[in-house]
């Protein structure tokens, strides 16, 4: 058993048990991790590494919603042409890129505010956003029974063949 005074056993929790692994367990206390208050086992890390994470955030999550932002803009010039899947595709992109807007504007203030694991969350739910809107283009893509790849060839010395090589490829 355990070695300490019975006062310490008792504030630790520690029962006395007969059973021999009971007995086994009970000689070493369990280990304990000291942590600063408000710190993050990775905060090392994340101090060494903040320009590196930043620059790839705003690639990331600022130039991903700007691209939905102009697949949307360019969805709604091509409405007059007949578009693939459900009609309120076009609403939910648009609530979706509205969200990531909004979530990325609480995301910037909550970062200069000290409140910055709800600026990380910010930051996790524009991700799996991005990441749904990437999925919706599946229903753009829905409409393709094959791919024809034309090769041209490229300056050189060589004369030109008679036609472009043509590849055909099955999806």
Request: net charge positive; hydrophobic share 45%; charged share 10%.
């Amino acid at each position: 058993m355990y070695q300490g005074s019975r006062s310490s056993e008792q504030s630790l929790g520690w029962v006395k048990d007969p059973s021999p692994i009971t007995a086994l367990a009970s000689r070493t206390p369990p280990p304990r991790i000291y942590l600063p208050r408000n710190s993050c086992p990775f905060s090392s890390q994340q101090k060494n590494q903040l320009p590196t994470h930043l620059i790839g955030a705003f690639f990331a999550l600022f130039v991903g919603n700007l691209y939905f932002w102009l697949q949307l803009f360019l969805f709604w010039r091509m409405r007059s042409l007949p578009q693939p899947g459900a009609p309120w595709i076009g609403p939910l992109r648009l609530g979706l890129c509205s969200l990531c807007t909004i979530l990325m504007v609480a995301m910037v203030i909550l970062h200069s505010w000290p409140l910055r694991s709800a600026s990380a969350a910010c930051e996790w739910a524009i991700a799996t956003l991005l990441f749904t809107l990437f999925g919706l283009f599946a229903v753009d893509f829905s409409c393709l029974d094959s791919c024809t790849l034309c090769l041209q060839p490229g300056p050189s010395l060589s004369p030109p063949p008679a036609s472009p090589i043509s590849l055909q490829i099955p999806l």
